[in-house]
């Protein structure tokens, strides 16, 4: 027996496949933030308003529901008010596709994202010290390939300012090492920016690609940073390898270190570095991507001189003399054996 959808089925697929993905062309994280918004409201009208999702129909939902999941997100579920509002964000897009798929109910649909989102605390910036990078990037030992690809990736994780997702998304083709030198990073909203790259920072690039073979057109498409199947790393995988980075820096300097570290504080940390060396805040927001889609034209872009000339300036040897001396570039025997390489 054939079992019929309901308006509400109808609607969301209609809403995820020709709404987001084709007219709005979002990308596949938003989708995927988008698709489990939607699993918990199904959660909530089946154990809270005792509607099976068989059974759920656009007459199910009013201003009152919407409100009260999201109460229940924060009250029931412990959703910090960031994850309530971002949860909200995708159900005020489903109103507006609904304001014009079926403007019967365009009242109802006004109402329902009608509500307003809930004041964040005026968040606090943790970032660390360049001095607490130069000791972070001072653990990772460069006497193993392994550890090699840690310096590499986490110093370009800062220096790049890159989202964590950003960084794990990179491949050899995303980089250009010959002057100018940058990093292509594909970003939230589908968007593309380019980063200048110091010299310092190239030149561990160009190792780390000429030793794991990545510097071929044949290569140009694989991940950047990849584990010992061949995958590209997981945001996970990164933060496992920062925290066992951050555990020894602890121990040799314990006042420099936060408790709680992730990716996005070397992100925090690079706009915060900038922003101390004197760099104007629309040239902070166009490297680090900040610039949302609909406030784009209100700022200046800058140019690839400017962004080179803003990052010069507020440089600085987080990869000192004691890495350097570690450097497998330094060692000739290793030097030797990456060139057999090639």
């Not at 409201?41 to 099976?52: A, C, F, K, N, P």
């Not at 006497?143 to 220096?159: M, P, V």
Request: net charge positive; with cysteine.
């Amino acid at each position: 027996m054939k079992t019929d959808v309901t308006d509400f089925a109808d609607y969301l697929e209609s809403f995820f496949t020709d709404y987001l993905a084709s007219e709005q062309g979002v990308s596949k994280h938003t989708v995927r933030s988008y698709r489990d918004t939607f699993v918990l409201l199904i959660d909530y009208m089946s154990d809270v308003q005792g509607i099976t999702v068989d059974k759920l129909s656009m007459t199910n939902f009013s201003r009152d529901v919407i409100l009260s999941f999201l109460n229940w997100l924060q009250d029931s579920r412990k959703n910090s008010v960031s994850t309530r509002n971002q949860r909200y964000a995708a159900l005020r897009s489903f109103c507006e596709f609904l304001e014009r798929k079926d403007p019967t109910r365009l009242a109802t649909w006004q109402s329902m994202r009608s509500i307003k989102s809930k004041k964040l605390p005026t968040p606090t910036v943790n970032h660390l010290t360049v001095d607490a990078i130069r000791c972070l990037l001072e653990q990772v030992s460069t006497k193993d390939r392994h550890g090699r690809r840690n310096l590499t990736l986490l110093s370009l994780l800062y220096e790049s300012g890159a989202r964590v997702q950003e960084l794990i998304d990179l491949t050899p083709s995303c980089l250009r090492l010959d002057k100018p030198a940058l990093v292509r990073l594909h970003g939230k909203g589908n968007k593309t920016r380019i980063v200048p790259l110091r010299e310092q920072q190239v030149e561990i690039l160009a190792t780390y690609l000429e030793e794991n073979r990545l510097n071929t057109p044949s290569q140009s498409g694989r991940p950047l940073f990849f584990n010992s199947s061949g995958a590209k790393l997981t945001s996970s995988g990164v933060t496992y390898i920062l925290k066992t980075y951050a555990t020894m820096a602890r121990t040799v300097h314990p006042e420099l270190i936060l408790n709680q570290i992730s990716p996005h504080i070397l992100r925090h940390s690079k706009a915060m570095h900038l922003l101390q060396a004197g760099v104007n805040l629309v040239y902070i927001r166009d490297i680090l991507g900040h610039v949302s889609i609909q406030t784009t034209e209100i700022y200046a872009r800058a140019d690839s001189k400017l962004k080179r000339e803003s990052l010069e300036k507020a440089s600085f040897d987080i990869i000192g003399k004691e890495i350097g001396e570690l450097s497998w570039e330094k060692d000739k025997k290793l030097r030797s054996f990456l060139k057999g390489l090639a």
